[in-house]
Nanobody, 113 residues
Framework: VQLQAFGGGLVQAGGSLRLSCVAS????????MAWYRQAPGKQREVVAV???????DYADSVEDRFTISRSSATNAVYLQMDSLKPEDTAVYYC????????WGQGTQVTVYS
């Protein structure tokens, strides 16, 4: 099983990025999936969650700015990030809500002011 996150980059505050997480070796549809992030010196935190029934939840810090989605056709999970702030700078990972899979390398998001 492998989850590959990509789409990060360097962006100015106020900008947007779209992260993708593609799975191989597992069908994601039954799983509640989540995006996590870990900033330097901080613990990994949940950013957004999407259940198998497409119910979505967000951390307060990203509510109304980030949108999580999923696609059975592509076996992937996405994170649209708008109105980015410097405090969004972190390595972003995807995994199931209960971290069922190996974490992988994640994708770096750096937001500068």
């Amino acid at each position: 099983v492998q989850l590959q996150a990509f789409g990060g980059g360097l962006v100015q505050a106020g900008g947007s990025l779209r992260l993708s997480c593609v799975a191989s070796g597992v069908i994601l549809r039954p799983y509640t999936m989540a995006w996590y992030r870990q900033a330097p010196g901080k613990q990994r935190e949940v950013v957004a969650v999407v259940a198998s029934n497409n119910r979505k939840d967000y951390a307060d810090s990203v509510e109304d700015r980030f949108t999580i989605s999923r696609s059975s056709a592509t076996n992937a999970v996405y994170l649209q990030m708008d109105s980015l702030k410097p405090e969004d700078t972190a390595v972003y990972y995807c995994n199931s809500r209960y971290a069922s899979f190996d974490w992988g390398q994640g994708t770096q998001v750096t937001v500068y002011s």
